[in-house]
């Protein structure tokens, strides 16, 4: 079982993941550290790390300039678009700062 401390080590320190896997387009359990270790465990998952993404996609007007990198418990990966301003400001909040 992942804890919220494994995600927030993950998000906090860019592993700039090369191998990354499959395209994910399901992004929604990316709201916070809490509903990204409750999915995780759900699956039986890991967060692996985060990777720029050479061209960043643009939904809904908003910039998703990384790439979010999970660990299946076969070793198969994926990944989901997401905002590198987001983490910053989940990793903060996690320091209590």
């Not at 720029?52 to 660990?71: F, R, S």
């Not at 418990?73 to 910053?88: I, K, N, P, T």
């Not at 989940?90 to 320091?95: C, G, H, W």
Request: proline share 3%; hydrophobic share 30%.
């Amino acid at each position: 079982m992942i804890t919220e401390q494994e995600v927030y080590e993950a998000l906090k320190n860019n592993t700039n993941v090369l191998d990354y896997g499959e395209h994910e387009w399901d992004n929604t359990w990316l709201r916070d550290i809490p509903d990204m270790t409750k999915r995780l465990n759900e699956y039986g998952d890991r967060l692996v790390g985060w990777f720029p993404l050479t061209t960043p996609a643009y939904c809904c007007g908003i910039k998703q300039d990384i790439g979010i990198v999970a660990e299946r418990e076969d070793g198969s990966r994926y990944w989901c678009h997401f905002m590198s301003e987001l983490v910053e400001k989940y990793v903060k909040r996690y320091e209590g700062e």
